[in-house]
């Protein structure tokens, strides 16, 4: 046999089965593996069985070439995944014909694989563009909001901590937890620092004033979440799209300043009909008003915040979700303190 395919292919020789395994377990293992039955040691039976057990050789087509020509032979050589079953005494032109198809086959395997293995990297190398684009998007827009107020910067750090925390709290919880998968939670981490987009669109002598605002100012001042809302929509508008992965920023940004009890902004909603990540970014941002300084108020203590927290859960806040914010408070805390403004410092520490 050797003689008849040295002419066309590269061979090794095996002495019996154990090394036969050696030679296909090699760092270059062979691409077709011509076994007889009877060998010493280990049968042909034995070496199949053990080739096709191991991923490592699994794949390599095998050809029993043997004297045994019974049904039940061929049969058996069949089951344990050989390719084909050739009876001596040979043809030479059958055997190599048969060699070729074989190879032929395996090639085609081998080239699909490789094009499955090169689409599924591929796959994988678009995602994380989209990914990217979707976190540069974001960041570009919530950068808008800093521009316009210094104080912005550490609060959307602060408030996007905040929710990821909240939500991994919440995510076992029955009322969210078909709602909070970890997809949904990295979405709303990442949406977090929109929720304030609109205040691009508030008058300085408003969004800057050193003071409290009047009955009017705020009336303006409310009127941030329907620009951001109105800024989200025009960007998918020149996209030519709805995009999907800003729907829950467009939530975020329309609803953050409902109220559980339907006394909030802008659209009185009521309970349920306020969206999640709307209710979760309530707590976050109520939260770090609170806790942080402003030229019109001194920063509030940590217990004081969730004090305050606590006796709005079922008016400002879904009794749940206020729960769970104050059952992580040291986590929220510490989120605090390692964005935490220098004017906020005794407040946090």
Not at 171 to 185: M, V
Not at 261 to 270: A, H, I, M, N, Q
């Amino acid at each position: 046999m050797f003689n008849l395919l040295k002419d066309t292919y590269r061979v090794k020789g095996a002495a019996n089965g154990e090394n036969a395994l050696m030679i296909a377990r090699n760092v270059s293992p062979p691409d077709l593996v011509l076994l007889d039955i009877m060998m010493p040691g280990l049968s042909g039976y034995d070496v199949c069985r053990l080739l096709k057990a191991d991923p490592q050789t699994c794949h390599i087509p095998v050809i029993f070439l043997t004297a045994m020509g019974e049904v039940e032979d061929e049969e058996q050589g069949l089951v344990l995944g050989a390719v084909d079953y050739i009876t001596k005494p040979i043809r030479p032109s059958i055997v190599l014909a048969r060699i070729k198809t074989h190879l032929e086959n395996k090639a085609a395997r081998d080239f699909l694989k490789d094009q499955n293995l090169f689409l599924e990297r591929e796959v994988v190398r678009r995602t994380q563009e989209v990914t990217a684009f979707q976190h540069v998007t974001i960041l570009a827009m919530a950068s808008l909001a800093e521009t316009r107020d210094n104080e912005t910067g550490n609060h959307i750090r602060r408030t996007q901590h905040y929710i990821r925390v909240l939500a991994e709290r919440l995510k076992t919880h029955p009322r969210f937890s078909d709602y909070l998968t970890e997809q949904q939670i990295e979405l709303l981490y990442r949406s977090a620092p929109l929720h304030d987009i609109g205040k691009v669109g508030i008058p300085d002598s408003i969004l800057l004033k050193p003071d409290r605002l009047t009955p009017d100012e705020f009336t303006v001042m409310k009127r941030h979440t329907t620009l951001g809302l109105s800024a989200i929509e025009h960007a998918e508008t020149e996209f030519g799209m709805s995009v999907q992965f800003l729907d829950c920023a467009k939530q975020m940004t329309i609803g953050h300043h409902e109220k559980w009890d339907g006394s909030g902004y802008p659209y009185g909603l009521v309970g349920e009909d306020i969206p999640i990540c709307a209710r979760l970014m309530a707590l976050a941002d109520v939260y770090d008003a609170l806790i942080s300084w402003r030229v019109y108020k001194r920063s509030m203590p940590h217990e004081q915040a969730l004090s305050i927290i606590f006796e709005g859960r079922g008016t400002h806040f879904d009794p749940d979700i206020a729960d769970a914010f104050i059952a992580c408070g040291d986590e929220i805390q510490a989120i605090a303190r390692r964005f935490r403004d220098a004017e906020t410092a005794d407040a946090i520490s």
